[in-house]
C-alpha cells in the first residue's frame, strides 16, 4: 500500500504544470459604437504602423447620393461605415489607428440603408461647408498627427464613393499621389488583394478596377504616404450591393486590411 502512495506522489512530481493561456488583449473604441466598441487584439502583425483613416465628405457635405428602394443613399454615411469597420480590423492587428472624421452617435451600424445626418466633425471641429477649407482641415489634421507619431510606418487612407450614370458599373479604384513610389506600392498591394478575392468570390466575372496616379488635394497636401479610394457608382443598382449589404462592407474593410498587410511586410 505504502508504494502505490509514493508511485502516484512521483507521478505528481514530474508532470508538468497546466500553462495558463494568455488572453486576448482588448481594447475599446466609443467611435464603434455599443455593439462593436469593445475589439480583441488578434495578433501584432501591424504593431508600429500607425494609419489616418479619412471618410469623404461629412457633415454639412452628403457627397453622392443615390436612390435606393425610394431612399437615399449619402456617400459620407457607407464611407463613414466601412472606415469604422477598417479601422477595427487594424486596431485587432495591433496597430494604431486615428479617424478623422467622426460621428459619435452613429458607430458601425448593419443596416442596409443608412440614415443620413449632418453630425459629422472633424477631430470633434465643425466641418466647413466650403470645399477648399474643408479639404484644407482634414489634411490639417492628419499633418497635425503625423508630426506626434513615433511609428515609423505611416499611412492614410482616404475612402470615397463614386457618382456615375446609373447604367455604369465600375469597380474600386486606387489612386496614389503623383511621383509617389510608396504610394503606388499600397495602392497596387490593395488592388492585387481585391483582384484575388473577385477570382475567388465571382470567378467569371473579373475585376476591372485600376490603380493610377492623382493630383487630388488630399493626396498632394497630407504628408504621410496615402491612397485614395473610390468604392463604386452609388448610382448603379449592382455597385449598390456592395454598399447597401453590411456583410459587403465588412468584406471591403477585411480586404483593405490585408492589402495593408501585405504593403506593410513589405518594408516602411
Given at each position: 500500500?505504502?508504494?502505490?502512495?509514493?508511485?502516484?506522489?512521483?507521478?505528481?512530481?514530474?508532470?508538468?504544470?497546466?500553462?495558463?493561456?494568455?488572453?486576448?488583449?482588448?481594447?475599446?473604441?466609443?467611435?464603434?459604437?455599443?455593439?462593436?466598441?469593445?475589439?480583441?487584439?488578434?495578433?501584432?502583425?501591424?504593431?508600429?504602423?500607425?494609419?489616418?483613416?479619412?471618410?469623404?465628405?461629412?457633415?454639412?457635405?452628403?457627397?453622392?447620393?443615390?436612390?435606393?428602394?425610394?431612399?437615399?443613399?449619402?456617400?459620407?454615411?457607407?464611407?463613414?461605415?466601412?472606415?469604422?469597420?477598417?479601422?477595427?480590423?487594424?486596431?485587432?492587428?495591433?496597430?494604431?489607428?486615428?479617424?478623422?472624421?467622426?460621428?459619435?452617435?452613429?458607430?458601425?451600424?448593419?443596416?442596409?440603408?443608412?440614415?443620413?445626418?449632418?453630425?459629422?466633425?472633424?477631430?470633434?471641429?465643425?466641418?466647413?461647408?466650403?470645399?477648399?477649407?474643408?479639404?484644407?482641415?482634414?489634411c490639417d489634421w492628419v499633418n497635425k498627427l503625423y508630426r506626434k507619431d513615433k511609428s515609423t510606418y505611416k499611412r492614410a487612407v482616404f475612402i470615397h464613393v463614386d457618382s456615375r450614370s446609373k447604367g455604369?458599373?465600375?469597380?474600386?479604384?486606387?489612386?496614389?499621389?503623383p511621383k509617389s513610389a510608396k504610394g503606388k506600392r499600397l495602392a497596387d498591394n490593395l488592388h492585387r488583394t481585391f483582384d484575388k478575392k473577385y477570382d475567388k468570390h465571382q470567378p467569371n466575372r473579373g475585376f476591372r478596377g485600376t490603380v493610377s496616379e492623382r493630383n487630388l488635394y488630399v493626396l498632394r497636401n497630407t504628408i504621410p504616404v496615402a491612397v485614395f479610394l473610390e468604392l463604386g457608382n452609388i448610382r448603379n443598382k449592382r455597385d449598390q450591393q456592395r454598399l447597401v449589404l453590411d456583410n459587403n462592407r465588412q468584406a471591403l474593410a477585411n480586404w483593405i486590411t490585408e492589402g495593408i498587410v501585405k504593403d506593410y511586410k513589405q518594408g516602411r
Amino acid at each position: 500500500m505504502r508504494v502505490s502512495v509514493l508511485f502516484v506522489t512521483f507521478l505528481f512530481l514530474i508532470l508538468p504544470p497546466l500553462l495558463a493561456q494568455k488572453k486576448p488583449r482588448t481594447g475599446k473604441e466609443p467611435l464603434f459604437g455599443k455593439e462593436y466598441a469593445t475589439y480583441q487584439v488578434t495578433s501584432n502583425e501591424l504593431c508600429g504602423a500607425c494609419f489616418y483613416l479619412v471618410g469623404g465628405h461629412g457633415g454639412p457635405d452628403p457627397g453622392a447620393i443615390g436612390i435606393y428602394q425610394g431612399r437615399q443613399l449619402h456617400e459620407d454615411e457607407y464611407a463613414y461605415d466601412i472606415i469604422l469597420r477598417l479601422a477595427r480590423e487594424l486596431l485587432s492587428r495591433g496597430a494604431k489607428v486615428h479617424i478623422i472624421i467622426q460621428d459619435k452617435k452613429d458607430g458601425i451600424r448593419d443596416g442596409h440603408v443608412l440614415a443620413n445626418s449632418k453630425r459629422e466633425t472633424c477631430m470633434g471641429d465643425p466641418i466647413p461647408l466650403n470645399q477648399v477649407a474643408r479639404l484644407k482641415q482634414r489634411c490639417d489634421w492628419v499633418n497635425k498627427l503625423y508630426r506626434k507619431d513615433k511609428s515609423t510606418y505611416k499611412r492614410a487612407v482616404f475612402i470615397h464613393v463614386d457618382s456615375r450614370s446609373k447604367g455604369q458599373q465600375t469597380d474600386v479604384f486606387f489612386y496614389n499621389a503623383p511621383k509617389s513610389a510608396k504610394g503606388k506600392r499600397l495602392a497596387d498591394n490593395l488592388h492585387r488583394t481585391f483582384d484575388k478575392k473577385y477570382d475567388k468570390h465571382q470567378p467569371n466575372r473579373g475585376f476591372r478596377g485600376t490603380v493610377s496616379e492623382r493630383n487630388l488635394y488630399v493626396l498632394r497636401n497630407t504628408i504621410p504616404v496615402a491612397v485614395f479610394l473610390e468604392l463604386g457608382n452609388i448610382r448603379n443598382k449592382r455597385d449598390q450591393q456592395r454598399l447597401v449589404l453590411d456583410n459587403n462592407r465588412q468584406a471591403l474593410a477585411n480586404w483593405i486590411t490585408e492589402g495593408i498587410v501585405k504593403d506593410y511586410k513589405q518594408g516602411r
